[in-house]
């Protein structure tokens, strides 16, 4: 077979095998899994003295005067933190440990829970909607100096529904409440 011959032959190869290619859909990329947003393991409820979404067991936070207090101003980068907004939230108090990976809240998950906190386990806040917010004390120089006490509150305050007041902020998806009135006097 000449030359030209096979040049013709394989550039038509190649232009059949392209458009063929072409043609196809493309590779399908793995979808994010999507949350109902309803409440994980429903069946777990609180104590009936733990308080209910429409009069909760009790109080967490202070409003605040400011979004931010002067340490977590001064702390931020060129002073400016990220956007905050004084929020009221009421929710039950969990682990975000075992809810996010087991589902687990409520009375029956108090034991596990309570020595989830006790370790530095995240604090969370689940509201009756489903979402969730991580809990963490507003004042930045007396939380990273270990000067706060909400953690312990939030422990004795665990499988409670709380009605919760703080600064909220989100980035990229997190959503948290972050709670004044804490610092060791």
Not at 144 to 152: C, P
């Amino acid at each position: 077979m000449p030359k030209l011959m096979k040049s013709i032959l394989c550039s038509v190869a190649a232009i059949a095998i392209g458009a063929t290619l072409m043609a196809q859909d493309p590779p399908k990329k793995a979808s994010p899994a999507k949350s109902s947003g309803a409440v994980l393991h429903p069946e777990m409820t609180v104590a009936p003295d733990a308080g209910t979404f429409d009069k909760p067991a009790g109080t967490l936070g202070e409003k605040p005067a400011d979004a931010w207090t002067a340490t977590t101003v001064a702390a931020g980068v060129d002073k400016k933190p990220q956007p905050g907004k004084t929020a009221t939230v009421t929710g039950e108090i969990v682990d975000l440990s075992c809810y996010l990976q087991l589902g687990k809240h409520g009375d029956k998950h108090k034991s596990c829970g309570t020595k989830c906190l006790q370790a530095g386990q995240p604090i969370g806040l689940l509201t009756k909607a489903g979402a969730v917010y991580m809990l963490m004390d507003e004042e930045h120089d007396p939380r990273r100096d270990g000067q706060t006490t909400f953690r312990q509150a939030a422990i004795d305050n665990f499988a409670k529904i709380m009605e919760v007041t703080g600064t909220e902020a989100s980035v990229g998806g997190y959503k948290a409440i972050f709670v004044q009135g804490y610092v060791k006097k």
